[in-house]
């Protein structure tokens, strides 16, 4: 089964960007690729997801690399309420969570 | 428009008990997850419905779980008899496309078996 790695956990300063890093090396053709976040006490949430082509959308950025063996998550703009977990999964016969980052916003 | 919705937020009973936890999805979405999360264990599919269906179930512990969804606007997981390590966050979600649309899930139902 196709399954994702990522970085237990990252530290960001407040208004900076930051680039959240997910290796799926044996992602199949079909698989999307999304990522979710879960602030504390709460279910986690959509953010983005996309195929090949890199993403954009009103929360963030998702840019995959040629092979689709990675992708990265970019926060433009780090604030205090984007603490969080954040997850990369594949969508397709798989429907792995993983354990996530741990994103620390520092003031 | 309304979430997915998910009922009681907190449960809490003791070992032997029946537990029976209730989803509402989005409506017009078509399909349908249950997850349970553990410091342990992180987030686990346990059964997934396409169309009222289910289609995965090999997430499901073991004989004392069970789900069902009678319409395409209502769930349940039942466990029964609970044991203490069943104590975990449990989150319904669903989709609008199966297996490749974003998932929404709801504020989840937090189960205490003593």
């Known amino acids: 089964d196709a399954k994702t790695t990522q970085p237990n956990s990252m530290e960001s300063n407040e208004e900076e960007p930051v680039h959240l890093p997910c290796n799926h090396s044996?992602?199949?053709?079909?698989?999307?690729i999304h990522w979710y976040r879960q602030l504390p006490s709460q279910g986690p949430e959509y953010v983005i997801h996309?195929?090949?082509s890199n993403v954009n959308n009103r929360m963030a950025s998702l840019a995959i690399a040629e092979d689709r063996k990675s992708s990265t998550l970019i926060l433009h703009r780090a604030t205090l309420r984007d603490a969080a977990v954040y997850y990369c999964?594949?969508?397709?016969?798989?429907?792995?969570f993983g354990t996530g980052t741990s994103l620390t916003v520092i003031p | 428009d309304a979430g997915v919705i998910q009922s009681p937020r907190h449960e809490v009973t003791e070992m032997g008990q029946e537990v029976t936890l209730r989803c509402k999805p989005i409506?017009?979405?078509?399909?349908l997850f249950w997850y349970r999360q553990t410091m342990m264990r992180g987030l686990e599919l346990l059964i997934y419905f396409n169309n009222n269906v289910p289609i995965d179930d090999s997430g499901m512990p073991e004989d004392r779980f069970s789900a069902k969804m009678p319409n395409a606007s209502f769930s349940t997981l039942k466990i029964q008899p609970s044991e203490p390590r069943d104590s975990a966050v449990y989150f319904c979600a669903s989709s609008l496309r199966g297996y490749t649309g974003e998932l929404f899930f709801g504020e989840g139902s937090r189960l205490t078996v003593l």
């Open positions: 044996t992602i199949s053709g079909t698989d999307y």
């Open positions: 409506s017009g979405h078509n399909s």
């Open positions: 996309g195929l090949t």
């Open positions: 999964i594949l969508r397709g016969n798989q429907f792995y």
